[in-house]
């Protein structure tokens, strides 16, 4: 499987690559004009929960963002379908995200996060602990950029640290990898993304896959509705399908803050959110 989508991830750069080459050959034997239609690329860096798009943070150029999103379990698969918990019970996370990213290169960023988790679990296995979950760096280049044909196109490279404490439900205890594509391309009143993602850990044979996507419109140059789609797909344990409604609000220069309501629309897992709250504040320097 690995192998799989690692050939899939290779052919759809190297697609993009040709349909790039081509077109700069085209362009310069035609005598085309190479200016960009004044939308292309005027999208965030991320959505809601796990959508990103191709850009990047810019050389020299560092952003800080903090991420704060609210779980509440509050259904429980059994029989085949979901029941409300018994009366009493509930199950519910808070997690807070703090990430930055520092442009160190042309078309090149680094980013580290610090998640900390919140847990408040009272059922027959009560949990109120709190602390660091799986520490994080990436890698990302934005190895094509976008023209007023085609789309940009970036490749993130991940390493999620063994900081987790499984027994107490803050993450793993166990290191993983991951890889990532984005694919963006913008018209003069929205914006399409699409990013597939594939993880494998150092120590357990669970490999996790997904496909993010998101519809960005930009009606004015302060504030963009969007909805994002997330699948997730982890091996032995199951999968879940969400969107993610929400707005874009760019206040002040340099600053934004998004908020959204992941709605859970099909999911195999065992506990199930139906539908909870994301929030976002950003800002580059």
């Given at each position: 499987?690995?192998?799989t989508?690692?050939?899939?991830?290779?052919?759809?750069?190297l697609?993009?690559?040709?349909?790039y080459?081509?077109?700069?050959?085209?362009?310069?034997?035609?005598?085309?004009?190479?200016?960009l239609?004044?939308?292309?690329?005027k999208?965030?860096?991320?959505?809601?929960?796990?959508?990103?798009?191709?850009?990047?943070?810019?050389?020299?150029?560092?952003?800080?963002?903090?991420k704060?999103?609210?779980?509440?379990?509050?259904?429980?698969?059994?029989?085949?379908?979901?029941?409300?918990r018994?009366?009493?019970q509930?199950?519910?996370?808070?997690?807070?995200?703090?990430?930055?990213k520092?442009?160190?290169?042309?078309?090149?960023?680094?980013?580290?996060?610090?998640?900390?988790w919140?847990?408040?679990?009272?059922?027959?296995?009560?949990?109120d602990?709190?602390?660091?979950?799986?520490?994080?760096?990436?890698?990302?280049?934005?190895?094509?950029k976008?023209?007023?044909?085609?789309?940009?196109?970036?490749?993130?490279?991940?390493?999620?640290?063994p900081?987790?404490?499984?027994?107490?439900?803050?993450?793993t205890?166990?290191?993983?990898?991951?890889i990532?594509?984005?694919?963006?391309?913008?018209?003069?009143?929205?914006?399409?993304?699409?990013?597939?993602?594939y993880t494998?850990?150092?120590?357990?044979?669970?490999?996790?896959?997904?496909?993010?996507g998101?519809?960005?419109?930009?009606?004015r140059?302060?504030?963009?509705?969007?909805?994002?789609?997330?699948?997730?797909?982890?091996?032995?344990?199951?999968?879940?399908?969400?969107?993610?409604?929400?707005?874009?609000?760019?206040?002040?220069?340099?600053?934004?803050?998004?908020?959204?309501?992941?709605?859970?629309?099909?999911?195999?897992?065992?506990?199930?959110?139906?539908?909870?709250?994301?929030?976002k504040?950003?800002?580059?320097?």
């Open positions: 499987m690995k192998k989508f690692t050939l899939l991830f290779i052919s759809i750069v697609s993009v690559i040709i349909a080459d081509s077109e700069t050959q085209a362009g310069d034997s035609n005598g085309i004009s190479s200016d239609d004044p939308w292309c690329g999208y965030c860096m991320s959505f809601f929960t796990k959508t990103r798009s191709a850009k990047t943070v810019g050389k020299d150029h560092v952003s800080m963002s903090l704060v999103q609210q779980f509440d379990w509050d259904q429980v698969r059994s029989n085949g379908g979901y029941h409300s018994t009366s009493g509930e199950k519910q996370r808070w997690t807070a995200t703090l990430c930055t520092y442009g160190w290169a042309e078309n090149h960023h680094i980013a580290v996060g610090i998640p900390y919140y847990n408040d679990f009272d059922t027959s296995l009560p949990n602990s709190q602390g660091l979950a799986n520490m994080y760096v990436f890698e990302k280049w934005n190895c094509i976008e023209t007023n044909n085609l789309p940009g196109v970036s490749v993130d490279f991940w390493y999620y640290f900081t987790g404490e499984a027994d107490k439900k803050l993450g205890d166990d290191g993983a990898y991951k990532t594509t984005e694919i963006s391309k913008a018209w003069k009143d929205f914006s399409l993304h699409f990013n597939p993602g494998w850990s150092e120590n357990d044979d669970a490999e996790e896959r997904e496909i993010n998101a519809l960005l419109l930009t009606p140059p302060d504030f963009w509705p969007a909805i994002e789609y997330n699948y997730y797909q982890k091996e032995s344990s199951g999968h879940r399908n969400d969107i993610i409604p929400g707005f874009i609000w760019k206040f002040a220069k340099g600053w934004s803050f998004k908020a959204g309501a992941p709605i859970n629309i099909d999911s195999t897992f065992t506990d199930r959110d139906r539908i909870g709250i994301v929030l504040l950003f800002y580059r320097w």
